[in-house]
């Protein structure tokens, strides 16, 4: 027997094998140090996973609702999320325009574009101008209630 087959077999029940079968892996187990080490492992890691080898917590329900009233008394929680600066939308915005405006200046640009002619020209559009709007989208959301005070509109409706 080979060690691929002895580290195989280890990980069965012993009673599963016929009797001639475990003599060579007793044998082999014998003789070879790397493969004994993996067994005595094995049964150090069977041996720790049949008994209880961390011991329960003791009164974690409790601890954890103790944390929970904490935290449900915290004014943090009630409080009104901010929303993203006007800022970091503009600087985010900005990065994506450089980054759409720079692809027609990639080494790769010139192959396709040659090849394809018009038809590439195409979906290209249609990308750059899908990401800007879904990007002005997003950012009339989020600013719903700035941008209608900056307007002057009424937004109790």
Same mark, same amino acid.
């Given at each position: 027997?080979?060690?691929?087959?002895?580290?195989?077999?280890?990980?069965?029940?012993?009673?599963?094998?016929?009797?001639?079968?475990?003599?060579?892996?007793?044998?082999?187990?014998?003789?070879?140090?790397?493969?004994?080490?993996?067994?005595?492992?094995?049964?150090?890691? !069977?041996?720790?996973?049949?008994? =209880?080898? &961390?011991? +329960? $917590?003791?009164?974690?329900?409790?601890?954890? @609702?103790?944390?929970?009233?904490?935290?449900?008394?915290?004014?943090?929680?009630?409080?009104?999320?901010?929303?993203?600066?006007?800022?970091?939308?503009?600087?985010?915005?900005?990065?994506?325009?450089?980054?759409?405006? !720079?692809?027609?200046?990639?080494? =790769?640009? &010139?192959? +396709? $574009?040659?090849?394809?002619?018009?038809?590439? @020209?195409?979906?290209?559009?249609?990308?750059?101008?899908?990401?800007?709007?879904?990007?002005?989208?997003?950012?009339?959301?989020?600013?719903?209630?700035?941008?209608?005070?900056?307007?002057?509109?009424?937004?109790?409706?």
């Amino acid at each position: 027997m080979n060690c691929d087959e002895v580290l195989d077999f280890l990980y069965y029940p012993e009673n599963r094998f016929t009797f001639i079968k475990r003599i060579l892996i007793y044998f082999h187990l014998l003789r070879c140090p790397k493969c004994a080490a993996h067994k005595r492992a094995l049964r150090i890691a !069977s041996l720790c996973a049949r008994e =209880d080898f &961390l011991p +329960p $917590a003791e009164n974690l329900s409790e601890n954890i @609702m103790a944390l929970v009233r904490e935290c449900g008394n915290s004014a943090e929680i009630h409080s009104k999320p901010e929303t993203v600066s006007f800022r970091a939308w503009i600087i985010s915005g900005l990065a994506i325009l450089v980054s759409l405006s !720079s692809a027609y200046f990639g080494v =790769d640009y &010139l192959t +396709p $574009a040659n090849t394809h002619t018009i038809y590439f @020209m195409l979906p290209l559009g249609i990308t750059v101008g899908a990401i800007i709007t879904a990007f002005g989208a997003i950012f009339i959301g989020c600013h719903i209630p700035e941008l209608s005070k900056w307007l002057g509109l009424n937004s109790s409706k």
